[in-house]
């Protein structure tokens, strides 16, 4: 008997503390990125900034790739990339960028 007080009340705190957590967004599953073809670079001070699939709100939107020009005094160039958001508990988009 007292085992199964035990069980319940171990369910009961894990589903307590279940509710307690905020719901996933209604996030479809990321669809795999789309190949595209690299037209010849405009110039030396050029990259790449590849497509991605943006999230409208919605339904996943793709963004087609293209160049993005280096300044002078821009660092290094870091791809967009979807990272796990603790602090949200869902994937996010990093938007490309100069570090």
Known sequence: MKWLVAGATVFLIGIGSASAQPPPPNYAPIPPPRVEVVPPAPGPRVVWEPGHWHWDGAT?????GHYVERRPHYGHYVNGHWRWGPDVGHYVWVPAHWE
């Not at 996943?60 to 087609?64: D, F, H, I, S």
Request: charged share 20%; proline share 0%; net charge positive.
């Open 60 to 64: 996943y939107v793709w963004r087609a």
